[in-house]
């Protein structure tokens, strides 16, 4: 984060300061949660209408993708905590990291969980990823999130952007 030469753009000092890594945190009902975020990445500042900076951030899970660990365990203990709001439950971004074994591959894979017969729907606002950008190693799944805040705060969340980015591991 403090290169000058800045090998991955945006990923700065100035724009982030932290890195969380397992922090336990409430869902939306302010309940305590037993399962974390694998890491969040908290930007400098504050965002005046959030409720503290504890849910203002990048938050990530991680997924092992292999023979034993498919792609419905990726989705319904990962992606799943977000769309629930167990997760990332005040912004509207998040992202899926996956350590894929050869052969697992996005979109291909995770889009043909989608495609089951029996697969949960997500909430998914198109029936497959989009890439995220060009070229496209990161790709974008977009959720409803169908409860409501509770307390004062009220109302709809909205939707959430989820990126998902495999990275490649020995088979």
Not at 23 to 36: A, I, Q, V
């Amino acid at each position: 984060m403090n290169d000058e030469d800045e090998p991955v753009p945006g990923f700065t000092a100035d724009i982030y300061e932290t890195l969380d890594r397992g922090n336990e945190l409430e869902d939306y009902r302010g309940k305590e949660l037993e399962k974390r975020p694998d890491m969040t990445f908290r930007p400098t500042g504050r965002a005046s209408n959030l409720p503290g900076k504890r849910h203002w951030g990048l938050f990530c899970e991680c997924k092992r993708i292999g023979p034993t660990n498919v792609a419905a365990t990726y989705c319904k203990q990962g992606l799943v905590r977000f769309i629930e709001g167990k997760y990332a439950w005040a912004v509207s971004v998040a992202m899926m990291i996956g350590f894929a074994r050869d052969g697992y591959t996005l979109p291909e894979t995770i889009d043909k969980h989608f495609r089951r017969k029996n697969s949960p729907t997500y909430n998914r606002r198109k029936d497959k990823l989009e890439p995220a950008g060009q070229p496209s190693q990161a790709w974008v799944s977009v959720h409803e999130r169908s409860w409501t805040y509770v307390g004062d705060t009220g109302g709809a969340p909205g939707p959430i952007s989820v990126r998902h980015i495999w990275l490649p591991v020995p088979g």
